[in-house]
């Protein structure tokens, strides 16, 4: 993504339930209004993700869960693994960050290509409904 060098898959150390519980508790806090899911490629990683949004999503359901992709919501729809995660979210962010098309005046996106979509609105319609321009 921003420095492919940087990134190396066999660092770090494992996920545990104390990681899970430690995102939640952040979550819960008043102050913070929801998750996001971001770089790497969260739908890359779904089984590792979906513990952690499922906890977060019984702790408080209230609250929104976005995540930014580089796929676009057909591609993440057509994957049954990528689905399960996409069904748990409520805005998606899609497509991938162009160079060519970014504008610093845009919300919530880096280029204007990327799409910002109510998931849970664009599962009951089978249309792809925006959240905003």
Known sequence: CFNEEYQ?????????????????????????????LLGGEPFQNVQG????????RAAV????????????????????????????????VDGRFIEELKDPALRFRGSSNQRIIDVKKTLETGEVVLAME
């Open 49 to 56: 993700l979906l513990p952690v949004v499922q906890a977060v």
């Open 61 to 92: 359901p209230a609250k929104k869960i976005w995540a930014y992709s580089g796929y676009e919501i057909d591609d993440i729809l057509d994957d049954e693994l990528r689905s399960t995660l996409l069904h748990k979210i409520d805005i998606l």
């Open 8 to 36: 190396d898959f066999n660092a770090g150390k494992e996920w545990t339930q104390a990681e899970t519980d430690l995102v939640v508790s952040y979550v819960k806090n008043p102050t913070c209004s929801g998750l996001t």
